[in-house]
């Protein structure tokens, strides 16, 4: 036999001793020299030399997230851990072993560190469970990959809701063992999201790790940023709220005289506050931090209250007779909104025609009593230039208001955007 084909041969026996070599017999006998013959015992610290720290590596993996509860203060958030270490009596030859080069142990048959969520919300209890199992590499090398759901603290800021941005975070830290006895470290990857991740309310970005002495306790803190979607709220809330708004400043464009002008205002007011109860369970319920929104919304209400009050008023005024005399500063600002409407100025030419045009059905008493009502108003307005009446004084208060309360409206409707946005 050719010298080649022999070396050939005796790497195929190699081989399939490695490959095919791990019978039952072989893992009956390694669990029981690691366990039994070793006298392995788990409630000994893992390292020859007891001297020595524990190097205890984490990783998190997040999949999901149940949400956040802005009253509680609080995020459920569901993630696998993977958490390796070196447990210096477990080890073997492979070769000894049918060439296994690892096993799977249930986690309760050997030590693990006490792994604790730190600033956790429930009670404590052992990560994975007895189903689970750890893997055990022939070199020593223990990874436990336990799943978790984590209620944690997480301190929530609404004030730029729904344009809001939270950071929460994860803390573990070795309960029972000091930083001397178990060092917590970062893995490769000690934080990341799972490409599958979605939720209707959050998006997770920018996945953090640190590692801290906490009063001699080893903490690792895996951070993660949270970004609210806000198109559920400016549709249903902002826009909705903004539609209402503006109808309600429409009110100061109907005429004093239609009758309408009042209960078109209480309408919509009315509409302002049934609104309100049907969007209070999308406002987050919380006292620690108001948001631009809520102050917003509540403006909307007090410019709906105060709209309706002026209307009241201006409706009062319309009614008021020739008999009360108009102050001049208020005759100047009726001109002037004639000014700024294009509008010609009423000249008491138009009263004498009325007048005149009456004194057909007129006894000659009233006709003398007008003539001399006449003649003082058209003394007036030779001074004056202009008539104003009471009719003219609201139907400038109408005008004021219309463009003020406009203005308003839209300034605080980009102020609240534009500072919700800025977060």
């Not at 189903?131 to 590499?137: E, Q």
């Not at 803390?171 to 979605?198: E, R, Y």
């Not at 205002?265 to 506050?273: D, G, K």
């Not at 006292?287 to 929104?293: A, E, G, K, N, W």
Request: aromatic share 10%; hydrophobic share 40%.
């Amino acid at each position: 036999m050719k010298r080649s084909e022999i070396i050939l041969l005796w790497i195929l026996c190699v081989i399939t001793r490695f490959v095919a070599g791990q019978s039952g017999t072989d893992m009956k006998n390694l669990y029981t020299y690691l366990f039994t013959t070793l006298g392995y015992n788990k409630d000994i610290r893992p390292k020859q030399n007891q001297n020595e720290v524990i190097s205890v590596s984490v990783e998190l993996l997040l999949t999901g997230l149940h949400g956040l509860d802005e009253t509680k203060q609080q995020m459920t958030s569901v993630g696998v851990l993977t958490i390796k270490w070196r447990d210096d009596y477990l080890s073997w030859t492979p070769s000894s072993y049918g060439g296994a080069t690892y096993i799977d142990v249930p986690q309760g048959l050997v030590w693990k560190p006490d792994l604790q969520v730190q600033n956790g919300l429930t009670d404590f209890a052992e990560l994975g469970g007895s189903f689970m199992n750890l893997r055990v590499s022939n070199a020593g090398d223990v990874t436990w990959m336990p799943y978790k759901v984590f209620d944690t603290k997480c301190k929530i800021d609404t004030t730029f809701f729904p344009f809001d941005q939270q950071e929460c975070s994860i803390k573990l830290v070795a309960w029972n063992s000091d930083a001397s006895t178990v060092n917590i470290t970062k893995g490769t990857n000690a934080m990341q999201i799972d490409g599958d991740f979605s939720n209707g309310q959050w998006t997770m970005s920018s996945p953090t790790a640190d590692v801290i002495i906490d009063d001699n306790d080893s903490v690792i803190i895996l951070k993660v940023k949270l970004d609210r979607k806000p198109k559920i709220y400016v549709l249903n809330i902002i826009i909705p709220m903004l539609f209402l708004i503006i109808l309600d400043v429409f009110t100061f464009t109907l005429p004093n005289d239609s009758g309408e002008k009042m209960s078109y205002s209480v309408t919509v007011f009315l509409s302002i506050s049934i609104f309100m109860t049907i969007i209070a369970n999308l406002l987050p319920p919380t006292s620690h931090s108001t948001s631009y929104l809520e102050i917003y919304i509540l403006l909307d209400v007090a410019l709906g209250t105060l709209i309706l009050v002026i209307t009241a008023i201006s409706l009062r005024i319309h009614n008021w007779t020739k008999d009360r005399e108009i102050p001049s500063w208020v005759k100047m600002l009726t001109i002037l909104s004639w000014r700024l409407q294009c509008r010609p100025a009423i000249h008491s030419i138009d009263h004498d025609e009325n007048t005149v045009s009456q004194i057909d059905v007129t006894s000659y008493n009233e006709v003398e009593m007008n003539v001399k009502e006449e003649k003082d108003v058209k003394q007036h307005n030779e001074n004056s230039g202009e008539t104003v009446l009471w009719t003219d004084v609201t139907s400038a208060i109408d005008f004021y208001m219309f463009f003020l309360f406009l203005f308003i409206i839209l300034l605080s409707t980009a102020i609240c955007f534009g500072l919700s946005s800025s977060a």
